[in-house]
């Protein structure tokens, strides 16, 4: 890290330069809010330099104390602002971890019901007399695929051909590849139908589910499967391995519960927040305790794969990857996604109530590599909640 070795006037201009770009930055008040603010102003600068993307965004929450940060540069050239939209990818499964966890508190689903239950023409929802349920697909033990293979949509929109005609078209001509539960396969074709059939389980889309459950209650207001034709302006350009920009592909009702979402780091604040809170004897906390409950040890699986990029899978829950705490690191629940040049990257530690979200807005291992290793790295270095 060249910054280390750099002259201390260098240090002292790259930290004001943090602060100056770090939109809504008060004041550090209290030892919490300072403690926080030192940590995380490094790590924007460890994002901007080491990292590197067009843009980036660095949310962090601690106890009472939280930090907004953005490096690069959106449209017109301005610095990203916290009310800039990206897409979080597949950290979209976790929202929809979310939904499913408030349904089973509202007495509407079970985690064990058959998929078949609420999408009851679905076709080779089983194998080998093993139904496929509802925990399988959050859990990424559903036997399908990681994609549903399609003849791209509207305007060469793949996202638009995942509906739900497709996957029974698909699921009527193909057996699953293992029995339901008993191994791990990273799947987006999976969520698509656990989507589905919450939307059916409720009456409703999924993309109304998701703001029943979700988006409304906690004020997301620009958390959706698309972004408002008001709000365009605020959305941050994404570009391909090569640089080129892409195009901004419309979402769709099922990819949003795979990996469509928009959102803006405000948002994310805000549910992070929601994620750290607890005690309150509400229904939030009722759902908190299912959502945040791995359902499955590493050990449970014949096999786990494609789930240890962003840190090794010891337990799988409703959408979150749960990583072991170590003398070094805390417990960790944390999900990983990368969509139409966006990718994304959230880690909670419960124990400290803390929690660290970064993105950045190109297509690159490399720079998601980096990316994700110093996520899990500032996370192990917060203090956590200070009494």
């Not at 943090?18 to 994002?47: F, H, K, N, S």
Request: hydrophobic residues 45%; glycine residues 12%.
């Amino acid at each position: 890290m060249t910054f280390l070795s750099a002259t201390p006037t260098w240090r002292q201009a790259a930290l004001a330069l943090c602060v100056a770009t770090t939109p809504g930055l008060a004041a550090a008040e209290g030892a919490e809010q300072a403690m926080l603010d030192d940590i995380a102003q490094m790590y924007e600068i460890l994002l901007e330099y080491q990292v590197d993307p067009p843009a980036g965004v660095l949310v962090a929450v601690m106890g009472d104390a939280s930090y907004i940060g953005t490096v690069g540069s959106g449209p017109g050239g301005e610095p990203p602002a916290a009310d800039s939209i990206f897409r979080i990818g597949s950290v979209t499964k976790v929202l929809t971890g979310q939904v499913m966890a408030a349904m089973i508190a509202a007495g509407k689903i079970a985690a064990e019901d058959p998929v078949t239950t609420y999408l009851p023409d679905l076709p080779g929802a089983e194998l080998n007399g093993v139904p496929l349920r509802l925990i399988d697909l959050v859990g990424q033990a559903s036997g399908l695929p990681r994609d549903l293979p399609v003849e791209p949509g509207p305007d060469g929109n793949p996202d638009m051909a995942r509906t739900l005609p497709a996957i029974e078209a698909w699921m009527g001509a193909h057996d699953l590849m293992f029995e339901p539960g008993s191994r791990i396969l990273y799947s987006n074709f999976g969520f698509q139908i656990l989507g589905a059939a919450l939307g059916a389980a409720n009456g409703t889309s999924y993309t109304e589910a998701l703001a029943e459950y979700v988006t409304g209650p906690l004020g997301m207001v620009d958390t959706a499967n698309e972004v408002a034709p008001a709000a365009m302006d605020r959305l941050l350009p994404s570009y391909f391995f090569d640089g080129s920009e892409l195009p901004m592909v419309p979402g769709s009702d099922l990819v949003g519960a795979s990996g469509g979402i928009f959102t803006t780091a405000q948002d994310l604040q805000t549910w992070m927040r929601w994620n750290l809170a607890s005690g309150d004897g509400t229904g939030d906390d009722r759902v908190r305790k299912i959502y945040h409950a791995p359902h499955g040890r590493r050990s449970d699986y014949k096999s786990v794969s494609l789930m240890d990029e962003s840190g090794a899978l010891d337990a799988m829950g409703m959408g979150w990857v749960f990583m072991d705490g170590t003398d070094h690191t805390p417990a960790t629940m944390q999900k990983a996604g990368a969509h139409a040049g966006y990718m994304a990257y959230v880690a909670f530690a419960p124990e400290k109530q803390a929690a660290v979200f970064m993105a950045i807005n190109k297509f690159d291992f490399d720079m998601d590599e980096t990316m994700t290793g110093l996520a899990n790295s500032m996370l192990a270095s917060l203090p956590g909640a200070m009494d």
